[in-house]
């Protein structure tokens, strides 16, 4: 699939911010599966400095440097991206969550995709007991890890109800798991700390899903938005398989993934410093249009 995507960020001030300094993680790049055709991304007001960079994960960042006061802040990213559809190999099927947790300990791979950065607590996602037991259910003896992580990804979905507004950015898995309550970012972060908890590596994953559906087919959570799912580590013969508990499904041509880090702290959009007197609003629109 071929997909043209625009996304709208506009920041409002209840007082012109007279310096501001940021760091934006909304340029998405190549990946397996995935082929940026092109993309820009605009600013106003114009920064007085600007350049690109990756981080350690191969994530695009851009830093802008804003030195005039202004009211408003609007970030547009346009980009055209081909993606892949997704399959599982038949051979995850013979691979049981106890062979690939053995093949993480003994793993010297230290790159940027090497599961041994998403085995352990990160900022956001703590190797809670009770996440960690809930999710030991859907891992007994022998049971192959694709098995595994697509029950525990439906028992999330079926458990937990989204509910936009229940919690927020600063919401720890912990939290939004007593609550049963949250969003794609809850969804992903219980799941990942569940996972994390019994040895297993995920990672958290912030992207797009395409906004239209086929007639008479359910709209999924977290069209026109920002989406999070998450990365699984299925053993180093079947790598990261993509798995969304917010809408139960196996992460395919209809996800597109913008950045990926331990968790929301390493992908979130828009970081940084403003020197301003009062709060601020934040409005994402988000649209993922089908080409072919």
Request: net charge negative; hydrophobic share 40%.
């Given at each position: 699939?071929i997909y043209?995507i625009?996304?709208?960020?506009?920041c409002?001030?209840?007082?012109?911010?007279?310096?501001?300094?940021?760091v934006?993680?909304?340029?998405?790049?190549?990946?397996?599966?995935?082929?940026?055709?092109?993309?820009?991304?605009?600013?106003e007001?114009?920064?007085?400095?600007r350049?690109?960079?990756?981080?350690?994960?191969?994530?695009?960042?851009?830093?802008?440097?804003?030195?005039?006061?202004?009211?408003?802040?609007?970030?547009?990213?346009s980009?055209?991206?081909a993606?892949?559809?997704?399959?599982?190999p038949?051979?995850?099927?013979?691979?049981?969550?106890?062979?690939?947790?053995?093949?993480?300990?003994?793993?010297?791979?230290?790159g940027p995709?090497?599961?041994a950065?998403?085995?352990?607590?990160?900022?956001?996602?703590s190797?809670?007991?009770?996440?960690?037991?809930y999710?030991?259910?859907?891992?007994?003896?022998?049971?192959?890890?694709?098995?595994?992580a697509t029950?525990?990804?439906?028992?999330?979905k079926?458990d937990?109800?989204y509910?936009?507004?229940a919690?927020?950015v600063?919401?720890?898995?912990?939290m939004?798991?007593?609550?049963?309550?949250?969003?794609c970012?809850?969804?992903?972060?219980?799941?990942?700390?569940?996972?994390?908890?019994?040895?297993?590596?995920?990672a958290?994953?912030?992207?797009?899903?395409?906004?239209?559906?086929?007639?008479?087919?359910?709209?999924?959570?977290g069209?026109?938005?920002?989406h999070?799912?998450?990365?699984?580590?299925?053993?180093?013969?079947?790598?990261?398989?993509?798995?969304?508990p917010?809408?139960?499904?196996i992460?395919?041509?209809?996800?597109i993934?913008?950045?990926i880090?331990?968790d929301?702290t390493?992908v979130?959009p828009?970081?940084?410093v403003?020197?301003?007197?009062?709060?601020q609003?934040?409005d994402?629109?988000?649209?993922v249009?089908?080409?072919?």
């Amino acid at each position: 699939m071929i997909y043209d995507i625009r996304q709208t960020t506009e920041c409002t001030y209840a007082s012109p911010v007279t310096n501001a300094y940021h760091v934006l993680r909304q340029t998405p790049i190549n990946r397996p599966g995935q082929r940026v055709q092109v993309s820009s991304l605009q600013i106003e007001p114009e920064p007085v400095s600007r350049r690109e960079g990756r981080d350690f994960f191969g994530n695009r960042l851009t830093w802008i440097a804003l030195e005039e006061a202004h009211a408003t802040l609007t970030v547009k990213v346009s980009a055209r991206i081909a993606i892949e559809p997704f399959t599982v190999p038949a051979a995850a099927a013979h691979h049981s969550w106890e062979a690939v947790q053995e093949q993480v300990f003994v793993s010297a791979d230290i790159g940027p995709a090497a599961p041994a950065h998403f085995l352990f607590a990160s900022r956001m996602v703590s190797l809670d007991p009770e996440i960690r037991d809930y999710a030991r259910q859907s891992f007994p003896p022998g049971r192959s890890m694709i098995e595994g992580a697509t029950e525990l990804m439906r028992r999330i979905k079926t458990d937990m109800v989204y509910e936009i507004g229940a919690t927020s950015v600063t919401t720890t898995p912990p939290m939004s798991f007593a609550l049963r309550r949250g969003v794609c970012q809850d969804f992903a972060h219980i799941m990942i700390s569940g996972l994390r908890g019994i040895g297993l590596p995920a990672a958290y994953v912030s992207g797009y899903l395409r906004t239209h559906r086929p007639p008479g087919a359910a709209r999924l959570q977290g069209a026109d938005a920002m989406h999070a799912w998450v990365l699984v580590w299925c053993g180093s013969d079947i790598g990261w398989v993509g798995f969304d508990p917010t809408n139960d499904m196996i992460a395919s041509d209809e996800h597109i993934v913008l950045a990926i880090g331990r968790d929301y702290t390493d992908v979130a959009p828009m970081d940084g410093v403003i020197v301003a007197a009062g709060g601020q609003h934040i409005d994402v629109s988000v649209n993922v249009i089908p080409v072919s």
